[in-house]
């Protein structure tokens, strides 16, 4: 039997208060969850700690071109820290140093994925006194492809990427709360009226693989093009551009998740979203994406 304080308003709390309570706790109880599998956030004194770290890039052995494409980007456009490159013997020396910070490509199944499906991640970490890799702090993490796809073209996102973890850890900053909610979710945005969407057309679903397709439910301007083609239209640096960048399994597997990504030059995300696959929901952008930024 409940405890009379319980639900006489004169005597403590109430049913409502108990109600709220316990839903309190059923969140911190699912947030805790996550955690076992996801590396933590960055608490909000790690986050000050990064404006005063020093960033190590670590470059990949045998990758050579991530390495070139990290390099080039980060020369570019990093502009957040002090910066250094440095390989992985380096990395092992340094990650339990927290006067360091990294961008490190990882592997992980993180985002709970169901069939435990490892994913390569780009990802901005604090150095800590962690023994698994996966367990240090993190400000971001950007899936690029399914783990040893060695076919993956990716190079053509790391501006962008490098430019948005400069963004998304001033936003920590400020909506680290929300952030830890919603993931990159929260970011995602509703109207695309005055922007030219690029879309790899290698990369539709089969229900959005066309122009009349799209139409049905996208009423905004778009192009479906091939990867070469949207690389070139971004080197042309055009106005009011954004791009997609797709996350899938190679053609002989259909097993995990796909990602969705739509970004601008500046390195602003406008769209993210990651699902099952499934026969009845295959791999690729779809009209459920259109919906969502229309």
Not at 209 to 226: A, G, M, S
């Amino acid at each position: 039997m409940l405890n009379s304080k319980l639900i006489d308003p004169s005597k403590g709390l109430n049913a409502k208060s108990l109600l709220n309570i316990l839903i309190l706790v059923f969140i911190l109880a699912l947030l805790c969850l996550g955690g076992i599998t996801d590396p933590p956030l960055a608490t909000k004194q790690q986050i000050g700690m990064f404006k005063n770290s020093k960033t190590c890039v670590v470059f990949e052995d045998g990758i050579t071109f991530y390495n070139a494409s990290i390099r080039d980007a980060v020369q570019k456009y990093w502009k957040s820290t002090d910066y250094e490159f440095i390989d992985q013997k380096e990395f092992e020396k340094r990650r339990i140093d927290p006067k360091y910070s990294f961008i490190v490509l990882m592997d992980g199944a993180y985002d709970k994925d169901p069939g435990g499906v490892k994913y390569s991640y780009i990802t901005l970490i604090l150095g800590d006194a962690s023994e698994i890799l996966a367990r240090m702090p993190e400000y971001c993490s950007i899936p690029i492809s399914y783990s040893g796809d060695n076919s993956a073209n990716f190079e053509y996102i790391i501006p962008a990427i490098v430019k948005f973890m400069q963004i998304h850890v001033k936003n920590l900053e400020k909506d680290r709360f929300p952030i830890s909610l919603n993931g990159l979710k929260y970011y995602n945005k509703t109207s695309f009226k005055n922007k030219v969407l690029l879309l790899n057309k290698d990369k539709m679903a089969s229900n959005a693989d066309t122009p009349d397709k799209i139409n049905k439910v996208y009423p905004y301007y778009f192009k479906l093009l091939t990867i070469d083609e949207i690389q070139e239209e971004l080197g042309a640096n055009p106005e009011n551009a954004l791009f997609n960048f797709h996350v899938g399994p190679q053609k002989d597997t259909g097993a995990g998740k796909c990602f969705e990504m739509i970004f601008d030059l500046e390195g602003n995300l406008y769209y993210y979203n990651s699902r099952k696959i499934t026969n009845d929901n295959p791999d690729g952008f779809n009209l459920k994406d259109f919906n969502n930024i229309r």
